[in-house]
């Protein structure tokens, strides 16, 4: 009896630490509001995660993983949607939380059924990265977990590195790093025995410097642009709306509906442009809904703002909300010329929430459409916020060759990093996101940060920065997630590949 359980028992302090050790690596990846941000431990975290799920025996393996994922991503995640209804905060960050992990584990699971089954085989190396890709990347397209913004933790790396979003999209990260901690598992199940560690070691070499010499390479070929000034704007706080005082959440606005204080909020806007264009700006761009007016007030805010725009000699974006008297309404992007022509009214398509909650309750979708027009410095493009969450959409932008692309974003929860930042790096556009109460910033299709400003409740705020006219060609914006599609094409082979496998081996 004591030698039959033996080996499970052996197993069992090592899984121990694995699991802890994995498991407690990956909570430092995720955004939390008690720990720290790691982005490495999405590289490292793995690595002993998929060694703790080849440790035991299959079914319990599957149960633990699954329930390691759950557990960190809940505890990591715990309390970051805050609403000021109790019961509601609680239940969707526990069901949000939730999916997360699932769909964190899934990748694993998969693993741990079909790797065992190809034997003593390189190629076996490659079945967790597929899985990982083809899981995240379905899981991106379209549903409750926002795109890529429980994904974006992949897309870590020095400059040269992040290049990859160019060939592959953030795609190419998930493959990489995953691949990563297949590899070292491989050297790792043979003990680290001498052969086996120097194929994985010069597979990871290869594989890794060949990524960094492309962005290195990228990089010095960048060719010197004309550049165009640009103004990031962001309003102070909501309060004062309809004549309450204090700060509302967006929750608040979209319950009741709420507007600005239509003249105050517009004397604000025309400081802010002619303060922009007195620096030099020739296009100002202001955060996601800027203003929020009745349906009776968009023409007269049009006008008014085309004048604006007219009288500094500048572009103006600026979102806007409004509402009707019943039914729903829209949440806009606004982009006018400087002789106050309307360029772009532009639609958000995709709503932060779901069906009568958040967004959704109160504000149409827009067409699945993005928007560009020509300009003296370039064809712009705009979107607004969780737009840009979804790669497949933002590479209409990318597709249509623009070279500037304005976002305009209100974080919630709020932002402590540049979010959806490298959608430009990906679609070789200069991605001008202007964010409230999060960060908002510049960034060129190489990737460079030109301009960030960091703003919380209550503040307001200007920069500029001096933005490339003219984009970058990039493979992804022309054949998209290729990547992506061949790892859903390789997890069909592999389990193909397994349960053929498994039936030869069967008594």
């Not at 000021?84 to 694993?108: C, D, K, V």
């Not at 204090?246 to 507007?259: A, N």
């Not at 001008?432 to 960060?439: A, E, L, P, Q």
């Amino acid at each position: 009896m004591t030698a039959a359980h033996s080996p499970t028992d052996t197993r069992f302090l090592p899984a121990a630490g694995l699991f802890l050790l994995g498991f407690g690596l990956f909570m430092f990846c995720r955004r939390s509001d008690f720990l720290p941000m790691i982005p490495a431990m999405i590289i490292v975290a793995p690595i002993f995660i998929l060694r703790f799920s080849r440790v035991l025996p299959t079914g319990r393996s599957m149960l633990l993983t699954a329930l390691g994922f759950i557990l960190a991503i809940n505890i990591a995640l715990w309390g970051i949607f805050d609403f000021s209804q109790s019961g509601m905060e609680l239940a969707f960050n526990l069901i949000r939380s939730t999916l997360i992990g699932l769909l964190y584990a899934l990748p694993y699971l998969f693993d741990r059924a079909v790797t065992p089954r190809l034997g003593d085989r390189f190629a076996g190396t490659l079945v967790f990265p597929a899985a990982a890709t083809a899981v995240m990347f379905l899981a991106s397209l379209e549903g409750p977990l926002d795109g890529t913004q429980a994904k974006n933790v992949f897309g870590t790396g020095p400059l040269p590195i992040l290049q990859l979003y160019a060939l592959a999209g953030l795609w190419g990260f998930v493959f990489l790093w995953s691949w990563v901690a297949a590899l070292v598992n491989y050297a790792w199940e043979r003990r680290f025995e001498r052969r086996a560690t120097m194929v994985a070691a010069l597979v990871l070499v290869a594989a890794v410097g060949g990524v960094t010499a492309y962005g290195g390479l990228r990089l010095a070929l960048r060719p010197a642009v004309p550049t165009v000034r640009v103004a990031l704007a962001i309003l102070p706080d909501e309060g004062g709306l309809q004549g309450m005082p204090g700060v509302h959440s967006m929750e608040q606005v979209y319950d009741g509906r709420l507007t600005k204080p239509y003249e105050a909020t517009l004397a604000h806007i025309r400081a802010d442009v002619t303060e922009a264009a007195a620096a030099g700006a020739r296009l100002v761009t202001f955060q996601e809904s800027a203003m929020i007016v009745t349906e009776a007030d968009v023409a007269r805010l049009k006008a008014d703002l085309g004048r604006i725009a007219a009288e500094n000699g500048v572009w103006l974006a600026l979102p806007y909300a409004w509402f009707p008297p019943t039914g729903k309404g829209a949440n806009m992007h606004l982009l006018v010329d400087d002789t106050g022509a309307v360029r772009i009214d532009y639609q958000k398509r995709y709503l932060l929430g779901f069906r009568e909650f958040g967004e959704p309750a109160v504000f149409a979708y827009g067409a699945e459409v993005i928007q560009t027009t020509d300009s003296p410095f370039g064809r712009i493009a705009v979107a607004i916020c969780k737009d840009m969450s979804f790669p497949p959409y933002a590479r209409q932008a990318g597709h249509a060759r623009a070279d500037i692309m304005l976002t305009g974003s209100h974080e919630f929860p709020r932002g402590y990093r540049l979010n959806d930042a490298f959608r430009s790096v990906e679609n070789g556009f200069t991605h001008v996101r202007t964010t409230y109460d999060g960060i908002s910033y510049a960034m060129d299709p190489y990737g460079r940060v030109l301009a960030r400003m960091a703003n919380a409740e209550q503040q307001g705020g200007l920069v500029v920065a001096d933005v490339p006219t003219q984009g970058a060609w990039t493979l992804y914006a022309r054949l998209g997630d290729w990547l992506a599609w061949l790892s859903i094409a390789a997890v069909l082979g592999f389990a193909a590949w397994a349960i053929i496998a498994g039936r030869r081996n069967a008594p």
